[in-house]
């Protein structure tokens, strides 16, 4: 028999199947590698993008050459453009306004080769460092409310090219699934007046069915409403509102469990497609200080389809405390 789980953070029902469980090797994974003709994240390429805004790249070479070790650059085609007014406007009972905003795209490394789980701890942590430097960047900008960073790995995943990178996207808007999440915090904290998310961190801990791994800064396990097969859930062990108050400590204690994790799912699940994103308190509005920021990362196992879009009800085949099994065991 199929059973309901609350998700405590989103107030989101999941249905776990605990009647016919599935394993890694139930699951078919797509080929992810997306290949073109000439790959403009190379190495040597670096005319094919639009001009960088920032790389890490020794004392002396130049913009937009070689050299680089990361580099961020405008996404060529772009979701939102910072180039205009918001203009919200009204025609009748419908708003709207200009699609302002910055989308860019973070080039985690210059080997076309590796993804994030192959590159070195000290590339992961000059990643990171991108991460939190484009982010308050991007926050200086007052007309942004929430800036979204999100990583896209194989086709069906939304990955449009198969050199490694990430995104970054700022909005003059907070989203309503984050509002949605900023909602439960709250009110949980008014309740009981404790953070939700610390409250998780110190259950997983003591109850160690669903842990995957863990350092002395962070704790990796799948949810206990996983919406989908070997999600999994990284939070910061010490209460952060914002994912920008990283400390450099944490930066290598953050880049050595997103490796780890990465690694163990490439291994069971045999190199699947996948999203994380790392979510965030809002800038240049309200700030929920008893938010906590954390990681949520999820391979593409399953498709959504008319029973999910119909009722918001996600069906998970693999219980969190089966995967995380699996997780844990891999070599």
Same mark, same amino acid.
């Given at each position: 028999m199929g059973e309901f789980r $609350?998700?405590? %953070?989103?107030?989101?029902?999941? +249905?776990?199947?605990? #009647?016919?469980? $599935?394993?890694?090797?139930?699951?078919?994974? #797509?080929?992810?590698? %997306?290949?073109?003709?000439?790959?403009?994240?190379?190495?040597?390429?670096?005319?094919?993008?639009?001009?960088?805004?920032?790389?890490?790249?020794? @004392?002396? @070479?130049?913009?937009?050459?070689p050299g680089w070790i990361t580099r961020t650059v405008p996404n060529k085609y772009p979701i939102l453009e910072n180039e205009s007014n918001l203009d919200k406007a009204g025609r009748g009972i419908f708003d709207m306004m200009n699609g302002v905003g910055q989308h860019e795209v973070i080039i985690e490394s210059p080997d076309h080769n590796k993804q994030l789980a192959d590159l070195s701890i000290e590339q992961i942590i000059k990643v990171i460092n991108v991460y939190k430097?484009?982010?308050?960047?991007?926050?200086?900008? #007052?007309?942004?409310?929430?800036?979204?960073?999100?990583?896209? &790995?194989? $086709?069906?995943?939304?990955?449009?090219?198969?050199?490694?990178?990430?995104?970054? %996207?700022?909005?003059?808007?907070?989203?309503?699934?984050?509002?949605?999440?900023?909602?439960c915090v709250q009110d949980y904290y008014a309740y009981k007046e404790r953070c939700i998310l610390c409250d998780i961190v110190r259950q997983e801990d003591e109850y160690r069915h669903r842990e995957v791994f863990d350092n002395k800064d962070f704790i990796a396990f799948c949810p206990f409403a996983s919406r989908s097969p070997f999600e999994i859930s990284?939070?910061?062990?010490?209460?952060?509102?914002?994912?920008?108050?990283?400390t450099d400590s944490e930066i290598e204690s953050f880049a050595k469990i997103l490796k780890d994790t990465l690694t163990r799912i490439k291994k069971v699940l045999g190199n699947p497609p996948y999203n994380? +994103?790392?979510?965030?308190?809002?800038?240049?509005?309200?700030? +929920?200080?008893? &938010?906590?920021?954390?990681?949520?990362?999820?391979?593409?196992?399953?498709?959504?389809?008319?029973?999910?879009?119909?009722?918001?009800?996600?069906?998970?085949?693999?219980?969190?405390?089966?995967?995380?099994? &699996?997780?844990?065991?891999?070599?």
């Amino acid at each position: 028999m199929g059973e309901f789980r $609350l998700d405590p %953070i989103t107030a989101r029902w999941v +249905i776990i199947s605990n #009647e016919k469980s $599935l394993g890694p090797k139930d699951y078919k994974v #797509e080929n992810p590698d %997306i290949r073109g003709e000439v790959c403009p994240f190379c190495e040597g390429n670096e005319k094919l993008t639009p001009p960088e805004v920032d790389a890490d790249r020794p @004392t002396g @070479t130049e913009p937009d050459t070689p050299g680089w070790i990361t580099r961020t650059v405008p996404n060529k085609y772009p979701i939102l453009e910072n180039e205009s007014n918001l203009d919200k406007a009204g025609r009748g009972i419908f708003d709207m306004m200009n699609g302002v905003g910055q989308h860019e795209v973070i080039i985690e490394s210059p080997d076309h080769n590796k993804q994030l789980a192959d590159l070195s701890i000290e590339q992961i942590i000059k990643v990171i460092n991108v991460y939190k430097k484009r982010s308050i960047e991007l926050s200086r900008d #007052e007309r942004f409310k929430y800036v979204l960073i999100f990583k896209n &790995y194989g $086709l069906s995943a939304g990955a449009s090219l198969e050199h490694s990178h990430t995104q970054l %996207i700022s909005l003059p808007i907070v989203p309503k699934r984050v509002m949605e999440e900023f909602k439960c915090v709250q009110d949980y904290y008014a309740y009981k007046e404790r953070c939700i998310l610390c409250d998780i961190v110190r259950q997983e801990d003591e109850y160690r069915h669903r842990e995957v791994f863990d350092n002395k800064d962070f704790i990796a396990f799948c949810p206990f409403a996983s919406r989908s097969p070997f999600e999994i859930s990284i939070i910061p062990r010490k209460h952060k509102a914002y994912f920008t108050d990283i400390t450099d400590s944490e930066i290598e204690s953050f880049a050595k469990i997103l490796k780890d994790t990465l690694t163990r799912i490439k291994k069971v699940l045999g190199n699947p497609p996948y999203n994380f +994103i790392i979510h965030n308190n809002s800038v240049n509005g309200e700030n +929920i200080e008893c &938010y906590h920021w954390h990681v949520e990362l999820m391979p593409k196992l399953s498709k959504i389809a008319g029973f999910e879009w119909g009722t918001g009800f996600y069906i998970n085949p693999t219980p969190p405390e089966l995967a995380s099994r &699996y997780l844990r065991e891999v070599k």
